[in-house]
């Protein structure tokens, strides 16, 4: 409830009775302040008039004022700059670690806030605040998911910058490793990324031109090469099993992984693990789906040709394009300082199609737009980070249900 209680200050859903301090000092909230979600006060550079007199400084926010010593707060100088302490109840007098006495104000949460904030922490419906969704200004809709967008497109992009500096700043590896995560398609994504970083490239690219060898190797740090067997003759596989031990011996590869680290249930032959290994030979070995040649293609159009191996559908080189290609110019173009790389990577979500899948539908049905993969990988992030969380208090759609 203290959430709340920070929600309400924070956006001055103040009861319509006057404020007034527990010492009896008329109370007007001019600025409540910067919320600060780090250490320190939980509001910085508020703006009050106590009695006609303007002060400025930090307040903080508790359930009950004894909170403030519980906390330690009462010999932390950290918190001398509070002007105000903001309670739902007044149980005993503060001061700082000067010995000053706090003005203290008791804030009602205001009931029809608490009764809209209840009823979508409680409701199984999803979305919770499907009610309101028609009515939301679309200014407002599309201001939300701009910056929901770009939510998204940072975490995805530090998760590429992070593998970058996992492998001492090589972007290409990084590339394969974020294309490898890719073609887990969700279900395999992390045993995809173990297997990606197992990958020696340097001693796989003296074997590049030979498709058959990089077919030997990527499947066996798998493990995955007698599965094969379901798409090739015995005598090929046999061969496989060989190729691969010499070349485990000549580069003293690691262990490979094993098949229990893969998931096959609820996943259609062409879709499990062996084939997609194959697929992403057959890139390698063709040089498509380099760093290079992602950053240098001109549209979608070439972007799907890059990506373009036998067993691949289009729809499934746009999800490629999605997951692999925009979160690496985005995280590149941070990693260099070029906005035009950034922006490159936003037009391209524009300009693809929205995924079709049940958060979409549902966020279809109750009225809101979803056009492109902008769009789309939007409210992803509004369904994995807000939703899914039953953080309403940070999502602006919750906003807009709790002042209703």
Not at 62 to 72: E, I, M, V, Y
Not at 257 to 268: H, P
Not at 379 to 400: A, H, M, N, P, V
């Amino acid at each position: 409830m203290e959430r709340l209680l920070h929600y309400v200050w924070k956006h001055k859903m103040l009861p319509l009775k006057t404020l007034i301090t527990s010492d009896g000092q008329e109370v007007e909230v001019i600025d409540p302040g910067l919320h600060n979600h780090d250490q320190g006060p939980d509001f910085f550079n508020a703006k009050i008039r106590l009695d006609g007199t303007l002060w400025a400084g930090n307040v903080e926010v508790h359930l009950r004022s004894s909170d403030w010593n519980r906390h330690g707060h009462e010999s932390d100088p950290a918190y001398n700059s509070v002007i105000l302490h903001v309670v739902s109840e007044i149980d005993r007098e503060v001061r700082n670690a000067e010995g000053k006495l706090l003005p203290q104000v008791q804030l009602d949460i205001p009931q029809k806030i608490q009764q809209s904030y209840e009823e979508l922490c409680r409701t199984e419906d999803y979305p919770r605040c499907h009610r309101i969704i028609p009515s939301v200004p679309q200014l407002k809709v599309h201001q939300w998911m701009d910056a929901l967008l770009v939510e998204r497109l940072k975490e995805r992009s530090e998760m590429v910058t992070k593998r970058a500096e996992r492998t001492d700043g090589d972007w290409e590896r990084a590339t394969f490793v974020t294309l490898s995560r890719s073609f887990g398609f969700g279900l395999n994504g992390d045993a995809f990324e173990r297997w990606a970083m197992r990958i020696p490239l340097q001693a796989a690219g003296k074997h590049r031109d030979d498709l058959f060898q990089i077919e030997a190797l990527f499947l066996g740090m798998a493990g995955l090469i007698e599965e094969v067997e379901a798409v090739r003759n015995a005598k090929e596989v046999s061969l496989l099993q060989q190729e691969f031990t010499y070349l485990k011996h000549k580069f003293s590869l690691g262990e490979p992984m094993l098949r229990s680290d893969w998931r096959f249930l609820r996943t259609r032959p062409q879709n499990f693990p062996f084939m997609r290994i194959l697929q992403i030979a057959e890139l390698y070995h063709k040089g498509k789906a380099q760093m290079s040649k992602l950053l240098e293609a001109k549209d979608i159009k070439e972007l799907q040709q890059c990506l373009e191996v036998k067993g691949t559908t289009a729809a499934s080189r746009r999800l490629l394009i999605i997951n692999t290609v925009v979160p690496l110019l985005f995280a590149y173009g941070r990693h260099i300082s070029d906005e035009d790389i950034c922006m490159r990577a936003v037009r391209l979500l524009e300009e693809l199609p929205a995924e079709n899948n049940y958060i979409l539908r549902q966020w279809q049905d109750c009225g809101l737009k979803v056009g492109t993969a902008a769009d789309s990988q939007a409210l992803i992030q509004l369904k994995r980070q807000y939703c899914d969380r039953i953080d309403c208090l940070r999502c602006r759609f919750g906003y807009e249900y709790l002042k209703k």
